[in-house]
């Protein structure tokens, strides 16, 4: 698992320096709208059913108003639309970047 060394807000987007040299770009749009939260994707319960989540929308205008870091694992994006409970994996954070290109 590689892990970010730096990240910045460079316009609309967050970008993310690896420790192995990579470089990911995310806008802000894109970033919200793939927030691994139970509230943007729902949650399955024992059975498989899925509970709640609303699905793909347009987030165009909101943007990244800062981040934390979670452990050695994963960051925490808040937005400006109050969003903030999501946890973006690095792996996650990785997958989301290379699909961008």
């Known amino acids: 698992m590689h892990a970010p060394t730096n990240i910045q807000i460079v316009g609309s987007e967050v970008a993310?320096?690896?420790d192995d040299g990579a470089e990911s770009y995310l806008p802000f749009a894109r970033l919200r709208a793939a927030s691994p939260s139970a509230e943007t994707q729902g949650?399955?319960?024992i059975f498989g059913q899925q509970?709640?989540?609303h699905g793909p929308r347009n987030f165009d205008g909101?943007?990244?108003?800062g981040w934390e870091q979670v452990?050695?694992?994963a960051v925490r994006f808040t937005f400006s639309d109050g969003h903030g409970s999501g946890l973006y994996?690095?792996?996650y954070l990785r997958k989301l970047g290379a699909a961008q290109g």
């Open 16 to 18: 993310i320096a690896w």
């Open 71 to 73: 452990g050695n694992y």
């Open 89 to 91: 994996t690095y792996d």
């Open 51 to 53: 509970h709640g989540g």
């Open 62 to 65: 909101v943007a990244v108003t």
């Open 43 to 45: 949650e399955r319960d």
